[in-house]
RNA sequence: GCGGGCGUGGCGGAAUGGCAGACGCGCCGGGUUUAGGUCCCGGUGGGGAAACUCGUGGAGGUUCAAAUCCUCUCGCCCGCACCA
C-alpha cells in the first residue's frame, strides 16, 4: 500500500489483476436482471482520441455501477473493421489494409487496457474477420430470400475520389462523400440494393416506441424517412392534335384540393416520356437544352434553391381530370425523377416553385384555397365554376384557407390532411382517376461497393441462370488476401476469385466482385456479442432473448441516421425471420457530445489532438476517466481543457489521503456519537449515496463527483474540527468505505487498491453491492426556512422539522425582521413551502 | 423553407416552478515547508460603508414565487431541403 496516491503503481497492476480473473466475463444468469450496456464499437483508424476517452468513459461507468447494483451486466467490444480508410492508409504506407486494421486493432486494444474500461473481452468481434463476415454473408443471403435484395441500374451516387458508389445515407447535404468530402456525381450503373423502403412506415411508427431516444435524433430519422401523405392523380395524355388518348400519366401530391388550380403540367428531364413527345417537333430543341444541362449539372448546383428555374414547353398537353380542362406538359430541371412519379401537377397559387415557373413563363395562376382573412375571399366566395377567373394574385399561399373556383367543392376547407383533400381523392377513386396515397423520401439502401478492403457479396452471375445466390453450405466467399491495393486493384483484377461455376447449371459463371456497405457489418454485431463464438449459427435465438435488446446504447450523433436506421431495419427482419423477439434494438439512447479543441472537432488532419496518452503518462487513467466526466454533461459538446485535470487530481489525491488515513485508524472508541458534527455527517453520508445513485442513473456523472466532493469536504471538516477522542470511528470508517464504493465506477483502479490494500478486502470492489441509503437518514431534524415578503427573501429561520405548517406559519411571522417588513400592511396570504420557504403576501 | 436544440459569473457548469451561481477551475489574501507547480485556512456575480439593490440574451405574460411555464423577439449551433 502505497501512502501516497501514485496511479503508476497500481493501475497496471490491477488490470492484469482483473483479466486473470475474469472479473468482466459473464453468463446468462436468470436469477439477476440483466443490462446490456454498448457503447457503438470503434473503427479502427489509429490509436484513441479523447472522443473514445469520453465515450467508453460513460458506458464504462453505467456497466460498473449497474453490476454494482446487482444487474448481470453484458459490456463488449470489438470493431468495425472494413471500409476505404484501410485501403488508403494501405496505399500510402505501400502495405495492405489487414496489415494497417489489425495493427490498430492491436494499439486500440491496449489503450482501452490501459484505461481499465470493464470488458468482456471473450465476446470480441472483429468484423473483418472470416467467422463474422460469413454471417453477414448468409444474412444476404437470407435477405434475398426473403425478396429484400435487389439487383437494378438506378441513378446511383458516385465518389470519384473513393471510386466507389455510396448509399443516400452517405451523401452529405452539400452533395459531398460524407468520408472524403468529394462532390458526388451522378451515374446510372447497375447495383445492388436492400429494400429498406419496404418498412419505411414501421420504422417511422416504432419512434413512438422509443421513450428512451432522445427527441433529435427521434426528429432527424422521421425527417429522413420523410412520410407524405397525399393522392395519385392520373392525368390523360394528349395526342399531337391535343385529342385524348388512352394513356395516362400518374403524379403524386400532398395537395389533391388544390387540383382545379392546375395551370400546367411539369415533367423532370430524366422522365421517358419527355424524348417521346417531342421527338421530332419544333419543341425538341428547347427540351434538349433543359434536359441537357439537367444532365451536366452537379447535384448541388441543381438544388441550388436561389437559382431561377429553367424550363421549356413540350407541345403536348394533359387533361385535369376534375374539369376536363387541358393544360400544357412542361419540362423543368426542378422536378426530381427520384422523387414521386418524376412528374408534377402545378398549382402556381398554391405552391411558391411552381408559382415563381409560372410568373417566369407568363402561365396563368388561378387561386383555389385562399386564407381566410384574404380580401378576394368575398369577391371569390360564390363562385362556383371551375377555374374561371384568373385574379391579380402576387403570392403563392400554401396554408389551410377556404376553397373557391372549384366547383362542387368550393367552400370546402382546403389544406393539407383537409376536408377538402379527402372529398377530392375520394371523387378521383369513384371515377377510378385517383386514389389515397402514401410517398416515402426514403429510397432503398444501396449497398454493392466497388473496393477490395469489405464483406464479398455472395452472388454468382450465370450467362444462363442469371444472378443466383451461392449457396449457404459454399459460405463464406472468403476475401482473398492477396489483393495489391497499392496497385489500384480490386477483386475484379483477379480472375482466380471471379472465376467460378453456376450453383444451379454448373456451368461457367463470374463470381461477383462487389464488397457490401460497411454499415452492413455493424448492422448487426450487437447481437453478435450475444453469442460471440457461435459458429453453428449467427447466434442462438435463447441468447438474444436474455440480452437483447440493449438496455443502454451509447454513441455519437453522427450516426443518427446511418447505422441507427440500418440497425433497426436489420432488427426488424431479423424478426419476420423468427431470428429474434422483438422489433426494436435500442432501448435507450445516449447520444454523447463532441469533444472539441478550440471550438474545433479533434482530427489528425486539423492537428489538433490531445492525446489520451500523454495525460495517462503524467495523472494516470482514473484522473482522466473521472475528469473528462466531471467537465460537462454527457450529452454537450465539450471543449477539452487541461485546466481542470489538477483539480480532480488534487481531489483524488485528498480522497485517498482521506480514506487510507481512516483506514489505519483504530476502530471504534465511540460509536452512535450524536453531537452536531457527527449527525451533520452520518446526514451526509446518506444524502450523498442517494444523490450519486440518482445522478448516475439520470447520466449526471457531473454533479454525482461533485455529491461525493461534498462529502469529502465534510468528512474532512470532521477530521479538522473534532478532537481525536471524541470522533465517531465506525461513522468514519462507513464513510471511507461509502466513498471508495461511490467513487468504484469512476476509478476502478484507486478504489480497488484502496479496497484490497488499505481494506484488506479479499474479493474486488467491482464486484460489492453498491451503498445503501436512508433518506430518513439523509434528513435533519431542524430545517431552516427563508421567509419572503412579497417575493423577496427578508429573513431566515431554523426550526424543528416536525413543526406543522402552523407553527411554522407563526414563527415565521413574529421573527423581527419580517414584523418590519409588515408593520402598518395587511397580510393577505401565508403559504408554507414544507421544509423550504415561508412566503407572506402583504399589500 | 421544414425539423431539433442552446443562450446563467473570468471559465467548465449547478438549480422536481421555491433562497440563482452547488461542485470544480482560475484569481486574491494568509499559513506550513529549505524550497515547491505540495498541503492547509479564508475570500471571490455587479453596485453600495451598510440597510439594501440589480442580476440567468431581450420584451411582455401567468404565479404568492419564473433560469425553469406561455407569447413574441434577437443571437448561435445541428439535421433535412427544388420532396410536389
Known amino acids: 500500500m502505497t501512502r501516497q496516491y501514485d496511479p503508476h503503481a497500481i493501475e497496471e497492476k490491477w488490470q492484469a489483476n482483473w483479466e486473470a480473473a475474469g472479473l468482466y466475463s459473464v453468463t446468462e444468469d436468470a436469477s439477476k436482471p440483466k443490462k446490456y450496456v454498448l457503447e457503438m464499437f470503434p473503427y479502427p483508424s489509429g490509436d484513441i482520441h479523447m472522443g473514445h476517452v469520453r465515450n467508453y468513459s460513460i458506458g464504462d461507468v453505467v456497466a460498473r455501477f449497474s453490476t454494482m447494483r446487482g444487474m448481470s451486466v453484458l459490456h463488449p467490444i470489438g470493431w468495425d473493421a472494413f471500409g476505404l480508410p484501410a485501403e488508403n492508409a494501405a496505399i500510402k504506407s505501400n502495405s495492405h489494409p489487414a496489415t494497417w486494421t489489425y495493427a490498430n486493432i492491436e494499439k486500440q486494444t491496449s489503450s482501452f487496457k490501459r484505461m481499465g474500461f470493464s470488458y468482456d473481452w471473450s465476446r470480441k468481434v472483429v468484423t473483418s474477420d472470416e467467422d463474422y463476415y460469413r454471417w453477414g454473408q448468409w444474412i444476404f443471403i ?6 429484400l435484395v435487389e439487383r437494378k441500374s438506378s441513378p446511383v451516387n458516385w465518389c470519384p475520389s473513393c471510386e466507389t458508389v455510396l448509399a443516400n445515407e452517405q451523401v452529405l447535404s452539400d452533395g459531398t462523400c460524407w468520408r472524403c468530402k468529394s462532390v458526388v ?10 429494400k429498406i423502403t419496404e418498412y419505411a412506415q414501421e420504422l417511422l411508427d416504432d419512434l413512438d416506441e422509443l421513450p428512451g431516444w432522445p427527441d433529435r435524433v427521434k426528429a432527424m430519422q422521421a425527417n429522413w424517412i420523410g412520410r407524405s401523405e397525399g393522392a395519385e392523380v392520373d392525368f390523360t395524355l394528349c395526342d399531337e392534335a391535343g385529342e385524348p388518348t388512352d394513356r395516362t400519366i400518374t403524379v403524386f401530391t400532398t395537395r389533391p384540393d388544390t387540383l382545379f388550380g392546375c395551370s400546367f403540367f411539369l415533367l423532370a428531364p430524366e422522365h421517358a ?3 417521346e413527345i417531342t421527338r421530332g417537333t419544333e419543341y425538341a430543341s428547347a427540351v434538349d437544352e433543359i434536359v441537357a444541362l439537367a444532365a451536366k449539372e452537379s447535384s448541388i448546383d441543381r438544388s441550388a ?11 403536348r398537353f394533359v387533361v385535369n381530370p376534375v374539369n376536363g380542362e387541358k393544360v400544357p406538359i412542361w419540362v423543368s430541371d426542378y422536378v426530381l425523377m427520384e422523387y414521386g412519379t418524376g412528374a408534377v401537377m402545378a398549382v402556381p397559387s398554391g405552391d411558391q416553385r411552381d408559382f415563381d415557373f409560372a410568373r417566369k413563363y407568363g402561365l396563368p395562376i388561378p387561386p383555389v384555397v385562399i386564407a381566410d382573412d384574404d380580401p378576394l ?10 377555374v374561371l377567373r384568373e385574379v391579380p394574385w402576387d403570392v403563392s399561399f400554401a396554408g389551410d384557407g377556404v376553397m373557391v373556383q372549384s366547383g362542387e367543392f368550393t367552400g370546402m376547407r382546403g389544406g393539407k390532411a383537409s376536408e377538402g383533400m379527402k372529398a377530392v381523392t375520394e371523387w378521383l377513386l369513384e371515377r377510378g382517376q385517383g386514389r389515397f396515397s402514401i410517398n416515402f423520401r426514403l429510397r432503398d439502401w444501396l449497398i454493392s461497393r466497388q473496393r477490395y478492403w469489405g464483406n464479398p457479396i455472395p452472388a454468382i452471375h450465370c450467362p444462363s441462370c442469371g444472378l443466383v445466390p451461392v449457396p449457404e453450405d459454399q459460405l463464406p466467399v472468403v476475401l482473398p488476401t492477396d489483393v495489391d491495393v497499392t496497385k489500384g486493384e480490386t477483386l475484379a483484377d483477379h480472375p482466380e476469385f471471379y472465376e467460378t461455376t ?43 432473448d436474455y440480452w437483447m435488446p440493449v438496455d443502454q446504447y451509447i454513441g455519437g450523433i453522427e450516426h443518427a441516421i446511418l447505422h441507427l436506421l440500418y440497425s433497426r431495419f436489420f432488427t426488424k427482419v431479423f424478426r419476420d425471420m423468427g431470428l429474434v423477439n422483438f422489433a426494436e434494438p435500442f432501448t435507450n439512447l445516449l447520444t454523447q457530445g463532441m469533444v472539441k479543441l478550440d471550438g474545433a472537432t479533434m482530427s489528425k488532419s486539423r492537428g489538433n489532438v490531445v492525446a489520451p496518452e500523454a495525460i495517462i503518462a503524467k495523472y494516470g487513467a482514473d484522473t482522466l476517466r473521472a475528469y473528462i466526466l466531471f467537465m460537462a454533461p454527457p450529452d454537450k459538446d465539450l471543449e477539452w481543457s487541461n485546466e481542470g485535470l489538477d483539480g480532480m487530481w488534487r481531489f483524488l489525491g485528498r480522497a485517498w489521503r482521506y480514506i487510507t488515513e481512516t483506514a489505519d485508524e483504530a476502530a471504534g472508541a465511540v460509536a452512535g456519537a450524536s453531537d452536531p458534527a457527527s449527525k451533520l455527517l452520518r446526514r451526509e453520508r446518506h444524502r450523498v449515496v442517494g444523490k450519486v445513485t440518482e445522478d448516475i442513473e439520470r447520466f449526471q456523472f457531473n454533479t454525482a463527483l461533485s455529491a461525493m466532493m461534498e462529502l469529502l469536504n465534510t468528512a474532512h471538516d470532521y477530521r479538522r474540527d473534532v478532537p481525536v477522542g471524541q470522533r465517531d470511528n465506525a461513522l468514519e470508517r462507513d464513510i471511507a468505505e461509502t466513498l471508495t464504493l461511490l467513487l468504484a465506477p469512476y ?4 478504489a480497488e487498491e484502496i479496497w484490497r490494500e488499505a481494506f484488506g478486502r479479499s474479493g474486488s470492489v467491482h464486484s460489492e453491492p453498491w451503498p445503501e441509503w436512508d433518506p430518513a437518514q439523509a434528513a435533519s431534524d431542524e430545517v431552516e426556512y427563508a421567509v419572503q415578503v412579497n417575493g423577496k427573501v427578508r429573513d431566515r429561520m431554523t426550526i424543528d422539522v416536525s413543526a ?9 411571522l413574529v421573527l423581527p425582521k419580517i414584523i418590519e417588513h409588515t408593520e402598518g400592511k395587511t397580510v393577505r396570504k401565508v403559504l408554507v413551502v414544507p421544509g423550504k420557504l415561508v412566503s407572506i403576501v402583504v399589500g
Not at 437470407?142 to 425478396?147: D, L, Q, S, V, Y
Not at 456525381?185 to 436492400?194: A, D, I, M, P, T
Not at 434553391?305 to 414547353?313: C, E, N, Q, S
Not at 375571399?377 to 371551375?386: D, H, I, M
Request: net charge negative; with cysteine; proline share 2%.
Open 142 to 147: 437470407k435477405f434475398w430470400e426473403r425478396g
Open 185 to 194: 456525381e451522378k451515374r446510372e450503373l447497375e447495383q445492388y440494393f436492400l
Open 273 to 275: 416520356l419527355v424524348a
Open 305 to 315: 434553391t436561389d437559382k431561377i428555374k429553367r424550363g421549356a414547353f413540350t407541345g
Open 377 to 386: 375571399l368575398a369577391e371569390l366566395a360564390g363562385v362556383r365554376e371551375s
Open 502 to 544: 453456376c450453383p444451379v447449371c454448373g456451368g461457367a459463371a463470374r463470381r461477383e466482385t462487389d464488397t457490401m456497405d460497411t454499415f452492413t457489418c455493424s448492422s448487426w454485431y450487437y447481437l453478435r456479442y450475444c453469442d460471440a463464438r457461435n459458429d453453428a449459427a449467427i447466434w442462438d435465438t435463447d441468447k438474444t
Open 747 to 750: 476509478v476502478p483502479h484507486m
Open 804 to 812: 406543522s405548517e402552523d407553527v411554522v406559519r407563526e414563527a415565521a
